[in-house]
C-alpha cells in the first residue's frame, strides 16, 4: 500500500464529464489547470454520460478514485440535463459546472431561452460542415507533399517549405478542423538550383504561404527520420533553410517560422493570413 | 444601406479573444452556444492578444463591429494578463471572461497559487506530448489503408471497415490530438469471398477495432467518389456492409457504425475501447 502510494505520479484525479465525447470540458478544464503548473493531476474523461444509469456508474468511478487517491477528485462537467448533472454533483469530488454560471446571462443578452439539450458541437448533425471538413481531409492527403497539381485552383492555401518543416501536420489540422484546403509542396535542392518555385506554383502564387524553421531544429528532426545521412546533416540543413528563406523573400511569399510553435499556432497564423487575403 | 442590412446572415457577432490561438475560447463558447439554436451567430477568433497595442487593436475591431451589427458584440475571453484583459473588457461588447470564476476556487481546492502565465495549452512546449503526435501523424499516414504490414506491432489500434466507413480521418484525428498510433486496413470483396481477414492482422487480432456505416449512406459518400460505379451502387454497398458485419461478429472484432457519428464521437469511443483494453 505504502508503495504503491508512493509510486503514483500524481495527487489529484480530474474527471471531465459529458453527456457527448467531453472535449469541451477537457479543453477548457486542462487550459485552466496550466495555471496551476506544480499541481500533480491525472486527467481523465468521461464522456457519453447520457442516461441516469451512467451518471450513477460515473458517481461509482469518481468515488473509487476518491479513497484511492485520497483526496476528492475534480470534476469538470459539461452535463446540460439537469438531473443527470444533479446526480453526478453528488460524488465525492469539488464539482464544477462549466456552463451553469453563463447560460442565463446568455439568453438575457440573446433574448431566447437555452434548449438545455446535449451539446451538439461534435456531432455530426451539421452535414455540410461535416462533408467540408471530410472533403478537405482528402484532398490534403491527395496534395500533400506536391504529389499532384491536379485541382491546385481548389486549395484555400498551399503551403511551401523545405522538407520536416510542418507542412503535412498543419495542412491535416487545417482540413480537419476548419474544413479548409491546404495542399503542400516541398521546397528541395533542385529548386535552389534553378531559383525556381516548382513550376505549377506560379499561377497560384496568391494562396502561397511558407513554413520556415531554425536549421538546428530541422537536423534534429531529420536526424531522427535518417540518422547519419546527408539529408540531415547540419551543414545542409543551414544551406536549404537559408536558399529557401531567401527564395521566399525574392517571390514575395509570406512565412513564419514553426521552430517552437505548435501545430494549433501555426494553423491559428495561416487562417488569419487567409482570411486577411480575403479568401 | 438598408440592403446590406437586409442580406446580412447573422444578428449578433461572437468574439473570442486569447492571448494564445483562442481554441479553448472558441470550443467552449461555441458549445455553449449550441444551447441557444435560433440565435443568429457570426464566430470569430482573436488569437494572440498578447500585448497592450493588440488588446486597442482588439476592442477597435469589436467596436467597428459593434457599429456594423447595430448590436453589441458578445466576447468570451480567456485572457489571462489582468491589464490586457481589463482594457478588452471595455469594449463596446457584453463581455465574458471565461476564467475568472474558476480560478480562485481551484487555488483554494489545490492548495497552489494560480501563475497567471499565458496558456499553455497550444504551444509545442511539452516536447515529448508533441514528438508525441509528429511521430502518430507520420505513423497514420503511412499506416493508412493497409498501405504496409511493417511496424505493426507498434500500432495501438488497427482499425478496420469497408472502404469509406472512416478509417483513416479516425486514425489521423487519433494521432493528431491524442498522440495514438492508428493503422487501419479495408475490408474489401477480396477479403469476403476467402472469409478470412487480411492475413496479417491474425497476429495483432487484440488491437482490432471495426467501423461499420449504413449502406445508404456507405452508397450515398461513394458515389460523391465514384459516381454510377458498380463500387458505390447500393446492391454493393448491402452486400459488403453485411459480409464485414459478419466477418467482424465471426471474429469477435467489436465495431461501431460510424453512420451518424462525428469524428470526434468516433475517436472518442475508440479511445476508451483501447483504455479498457488496457493498451
Known amino acids: 500500500m505504502t508503495d504503491a502510494v508512493l509510486a503514483k505520479t500524481y495527487d489529484r484525479t480530474v474527471f471531465y464529464v459529458s453527456d457527448g465525447t467531453g472535449i469541451t470540458a477537457e479543453t477548457f478544464g486542462h487550459s485552466l489547470l496550466t495555471q496551476f503548473g506544480s499541481a500533480r493531476l491525472r486527467e481523465?474523461?468521461?464522456?457519453?454520460?447520457?442516461?441516469?444509469?451512467k451518471a450513477q456508474e460515473a458517481v461509482r468511478r469518481i468515488n473509487r478514485q476518491a479513497q484511492l487517491d485520497r483526496q476528492r477528485p475534480i470534476v469538470f462537467s459539461t452535463l446540460v440535463d439537469a438531473p443527470i448533472n444533479d446526480i453526478v454533483r453528488q460524488a465525492t469530488c469539488r464539482f464544477f459546472d462549466l456552463f451553469a454560471s453563463f447560460v442565463e446571462p446568455l439568453e438575457q443578452e440573446l433574448?431566447?431561452?437555452?434548449?438545455?439539450?446535449?451539446?451538439?458541437?461534435h456531432t455530426a448533425s451539421n452535414i455540410e460542415a461535416y462533408g467540408r471538413r471530410i472533403a478537405a481531409i482528402n484532398y490534403a492527403l491527395s496534395h500533400d507533399d506536391g504529389q499532384t497539381d491536379v485541382d491546385l485552383e481548389q486549395a484555400d492555401v498551399i503551403l511551401v517549405g523545405v522538407s520536416r518543416s510542418g507542412k503535412t501536420p498543419t495542412s491535416?489540422?487545417?482540413?480537419?478542423?476548419?474544413?479548409?484546403?491546404?495542399a503542400n509542396y516541398p521546397l528541395i535542392p533542385?529548386?535552389?538550383?534553378?531559383?525556381?518555385?516548382?513550376?505549377?506554383?506560379?499561377?497560384h502564387r496568391k494562396k502561397l504561404f511558407g513554413l520556415s524553421i531554425s536549421p538546428d531544429r530541422l537536423a534534429e528532426v531529420r536526424q531522427e527520420r535518417r540518422p547519419g545521412s546527408r539529408y540531415a546533416s547540419i551543414d545542409n540543413c543551414l544551406y536549404e533553410v537559408a536558399a529557401a528563406e531567401s527564395m521566399m523573400?525574392?517571390?514575395g511569399i509570406e512565412w513564419l517560422s514553426s521552430t517552437t510553435k505548435s501545430i494549433e499556432?501555426?494553423?491559428?497564423?495561416?487562417?488569419?493570413?487567409?482570411e486577411a487575403r480575403g479568401g
Open 44 to 53: 481523465q474523461r468521461l464522456p457519453f454520460i447520457d442516461s441516469i444509469d
Open 111 to 121: 433574448g431566447v431561452k437555452s434548449s438545455h439539450t446535449i451539446g451538439q458541437s
Open 172 to 182: 491535416l489540422y487545417l482540413a480537419m478542423q476548419h474544413g479548409i484546403k491546404a
Open 249 to 251: 523573400r525574392r517571390e
Open 265 to 274: 499556432e501555426i494553423a491559428t497564423t495561416v487562417l488569419q493570413k487567409i
Open 190 to 203: 533542385e529548386d535552389f538550383e534553378r531559383q525556381r518555385l516548382p513550376e505549377s506554383l506560379y499561377r
